[in-house]
């Protein structure tokens, strides 16, 4: 087995077509059928039901390119490491986006548009249970909270929470609400690796509201579609909003009666341990976003919380 085969198998996975695959790799569509036909012998099992040119995975097929896909991956970051040690040049940039917004990602686009050589690893969901390992990253984006309060980072922004209400619900006529509006109410939040459910739950536990918690997701847009579908009604932090208000199935009302928000933080790794074109985006952003002094932060919004359920996680944006 070569790494050829594997990547021809990859693509012909995908096209699920022999004569398109070959025809994408720049081979004779008999030598892409020699290749797979080599890659099952070598494996000891077929990977395709084939119906005359056209292939589709079976079980061991789908199996076998999961594992592909990553160990593809794994050879393109070696190969990558490789030249960049060899030319002296850093050219790829990790961001952990743990809570992320659409300005933030809109300067990491303005400074990939001015560095079109420099390859941006976007890791948008950080799924570990305790506190991220800030060396995996240049640069942490995150919103304040206990478990990331040994990071030294710098102050981003706050911002408030919306309720996020089914167009069609009573709560929908009116300009805002009061959080003691929503005793009854069915709810959606977000969670993670089921550890920690999302700041608001805690909130409304900490008020004694008979909220009733009824779906738990792990994707932004998920709970985006259980509020569209009327089920139920959530929290959403105002950098997150732009899916919310453009679907016409959604209210967005402020929270009236109390100032309900998070902090947003971003942390660099290092400048030791910085490349120097890691270190060019750190002054950009630093340009850009007007941080100020490099601070401890002190998780500032600490609101009454009931004891963690054991059913939840931080939430992603």
């Keep these: 087995m ?36 080599k890659l099952e012998q ?12 056209n292939v589709i995975l079976n079980e061991q097929g789908k199996a076998f390119l999961a594992r592909a896909w990553i160990s593809l991956r794994e050879l393109d970051n070696l190969m990558l490491d490789m030249q960049e040690q060899n030319t002296g040049a850093y050219a ?3 961001v952990g986006i743990f809570q992320a917004d659409d300005s933030f990602t809109e300067h990491l686009m303005s400074f990939s548009a001015l560095h079109p050589e420099v390859e941006l690893d976007l890791e948008c969901i950080i799924d570990s249970p305790g506190e991220p390992d800030i060396n995996h990253y240049d640069v942490l984006i995150y919103a304040d909270s206990h478990r990331f309060e040994k990071l030294r980072s710098y102050f981003l922004k706050e911002e408030d929470y919306l309720l996020a209400v089914p167009a069609a619900h009573p709560l929908a006529q009116g300009d805002s609400v009061s959080m003691q509006d929503l005793s009854g109410e069915h709810f959606v939040f977000i969670n993670q690796r089921r550890l920690f459910i999302e ?9 004694n509201l008979q909220i009733k918690a ?25 950098g997150c909003i732009r899916a919310y208000e453009h679907d016409p199935r959604i209210r967005l009302l402020p929270i009236r009666d109390l100032q309900f928000s998070r902090r ?9 341990h910085l490349s120097p074109i890691c270190r060019e985006l750190k002054n950009y ?3 850009r ?6 601070e401890k932060p002190a998780s500032s919004k600490k609101t009454s919380r009931s004891k963690r359920s054991k059913t939840g996680g931080d939430s992603e944006c």
């Design 42 to 53: 070598e494996l000891g099992t077929p990977l395709f039901s084939r119906k005359g040119k």
């Design 199 to 207: 700041e608001p739950y805690y909130l409304c536990a900490g008020m």
């Design 289 to 294: 976003l007007g941080l100020s002094s490099e």
């Design 285 to 287: 952003l630093i340009e």
């Design 214 to 238: 009824s779906y738990m997701t792990n994707l932004r847009e998920q709970h985006r579609m259980i509020i569209a579908s009327g089920a139920a009604m959530g929290f959403v932090p105002r």
């Design 92 to 94: 790829r940039i990790t």
């Design 2 to 37: 070569n790494i050829a085969q594997i990547r021809y198998f990859v693509v012909a996975a995908q096209v699920q077509n022999l004569s398109t695959a070959a025809e994408m790799l720049h081979l004779s569509q008999p030598a892409l059928s020699k290749s797979i036909a």
């Design 264 to 272: 947003i933080m971003i942390c660099f790794k290092r400048d030791k």
